[in-house]
């Protein structure tokens, strides 16, 4: 059984690198600490392939990240070859998209969220957003999540009329 240090140790190191990463879940999950980490280093930038899409994609992985990353990787004596998020079931190599789901609405309801409105593709959507809403950069987000097409990602993020409108109105000939 993991002992509660180590479970809130799994649970920040999975929450901020779900958040960083913008992967969805079976990326997220299928991540071995090679893919982040080179020797006690985790690293600033991962490349993964994503299984969806079988396209490469990048990501950074900020200190706040790195340092929870480490000390997970530390805390449960996980080696290169291992998946960064192992199942407790022999059964599976790694945590089920179906557990992290659990996981995930745990997190929302401890701060008072509707699980049913809030789930792991919010973690993806999360920074995606805010860089978006920060610079306003379609290309980048669209880079950033392993997209395909522009339009996806506009759907992606909801873009809107109102969002249209409000660049024009900031926008001086």
Request: proline residues 3%.
């Given at each position: 059984?993991?002992?509660?240090?180590?479970?809130?140790?799994?649970?920040?190191?999975?929450?901020?690198?779900?958040?960083d990463s913008?992967l969805?879940?079976?990326?997220?999950?299928?991540?071995r600490?090679?893919?982040?980490?080179?020797?006690?280093?985790?690293?600033?930038?991962a490349?993964?392939m994503?299984?969806?899409?079988?396209?490469?994609?990048?990501?950074?992985?900020?200190?706040?990240?790195?340092?929870?990353v480490?000390?997970?990787?530390?805390?449960?004596?996980?080696?290169?070859?291992?998946?960064?998020?192992?199942?407790?079931?022999?059964?599976?190599?790694h945590?089920?998209?179906?557990?992290y789901a659990?996981?995930?609405?745990g997190?929302v309801?401890?701060?008072?969220?509707?699980?049913?409105?809030?789930g792991?593709?919010?973690?993806?959507?999360?920074?995606a957003?805010?860089?978006?809403?920060?610079?306003?950069?379609l290309?980048?987000?669209?880079?950033?999540l392993?997209?395909?097409k522009?339009?996806?990602?506009?759907r992606?993020?909801?873009?809107?009329?109102?969002?249209?409108?409000?660049?024009?109105?900031?926008?001086?000939?």
């Amino acid at each position: 059984m993991e002992s509660i240090d180590n479970a809130s140790t799994r649970r920040a190191a999975l929450f901020n690198l779900a958040v960083d990463s913008k992967l969805r879940s079976c990326d997220l999950l299928r991540l071995r600490v090679k893919d982040v980490a080179h020797g006690n280093h985790v690293a600033n930038r991962a490349i993964v392939m994503q299984q969806k899409t079988r396209r490469p994609v990048q990501f950074e992985i900020t200190e706040q990240t790195r340092e929870s990353v480490a000390e997970w990787i530390r805390s449960a004596n996980r080696r290169p070859e291992d998946h960064l998020f192992p199942s407790r079931l022999l059964t599976s190599p790694h945590l089920s998209t179906r557990q992290y789901a659990r996981i995930v609405h745990g997190w929302v309801r401890a701060i008072g969220l509707n699980p049913a409105v809030y789930g792991t593709h919010t973690l993806r959507r999360t920074k995606a957003s805010l860089i978006y809403r920060r610079t306003k950069n379609l290309r980048a987000v669209q880079l950033l999540l392993g997209h395909s097409k522009l339009e996806s990602t506009v759907r992606y993020l909801g873009i809107e009329v109102d969002d249209a409108l409000e660049m024009a109105e900031h926008t001086e000939v």
